[in-house]
């Protein structure tokens, strides 16, 4: 008798995922209709795998000119994640490899990428920032953590996007926004305040670590 254990996260009849480069066309799409309403991308994401498959994807973008060269602020614990990615770069795939050791470039530590290293450097972000720009924040179901004092201000605002590229369990913040509700009731100093939602909502699907019913 044999046996077979597998994940099944997306196995269900109908989960099949987008293909990396359908889900980067998407999201050079999601960028550059956000910069031309002047607006600011605001990306929740898990700090560990899936900062990282987005900002290699965006450092391409860049270099590339699908998308201009605009700042990529890193909030929360995604500068940390990345530094141990960068400092074994033996360990990622056979692209990345070849092309830090080969070509001596690695796009984890591309310019375009601004650490969010003080809550004075944040609501500057947040309050101050003159031009489009693309903040990823954890946490990635927005239940906590920087991406809330980001999603708090720039919610109201219709030049802004919300875009999700991870999964969003149902309960959470980040799945309510997802499915269209108007208002979000948010806990603000001991108060809740309803946040009418005017920003963009998007899915950009494709970045998941996990497999699809096709790859299981």
């Not at 997306?10 to 550059?32: C, K, M, N, V, W």
């Not at 959470?172 to 208002?183: F, H, M, N, S, V």
Request: net charge neutral.
């Amino acid at each position: 008798m044999e046996a077979i254990f597998i994940e099944s996260t997306y196995g269900g009849r109908d989960d099949f995922q987008p293909s990396r480069g359908e889900a980067t066309d998407r999201l050079s799409d999601i960028i550059q209709s956000c910069i031309k309403r002047k607006g600011k991308l605001l990306v929740p994401v898990f700090a560990v795998g899936r900062s990282q498959e987005v900002m290699i994807v965006l450092e391409n973008l860049v270099k590339t000119k699908k998308i201009p060269e605009i700042p990529v602020y890193l909030d929360g614990m995604i500068w940390e994640a990345t530094a141990i990615h960068t400092a074994y770069p033996e360990y990622l795939n056979n692209k990345l490899r070849t092309q830090i050791f080969q070509q001596g470039e690695n796009p984890l530590l591309s310019e375009i990428f601004k650490r969010v290293d003080s809550n004075e450097m944040r609501q500057n972000i947040i309050s101050n920032h003159p031009k489009s720009c693309v903040v990823l924040a954890t946490s990635g179901m927005m239940n906590g953590g920087p991406v809330m004092e980001y999603f708090k201000e720039w919610a109201q605002d219709k030049k802004n996007t919300i875009a999700f590229v991870g999964y969003q369990a149902e309960g959470t913040l980040g799945k309510r926004i997802q499915k269209g509700w108007d208002e979000i009731p948010l806990n603000v100093g001991g108060s809740v305040v309803n946040i009418k939602m005017k920003m963009s909502v998007e899915t950009c699907d494709g970045f998941s670590g996990h497999s699809d019913r096709r790859q299981l």
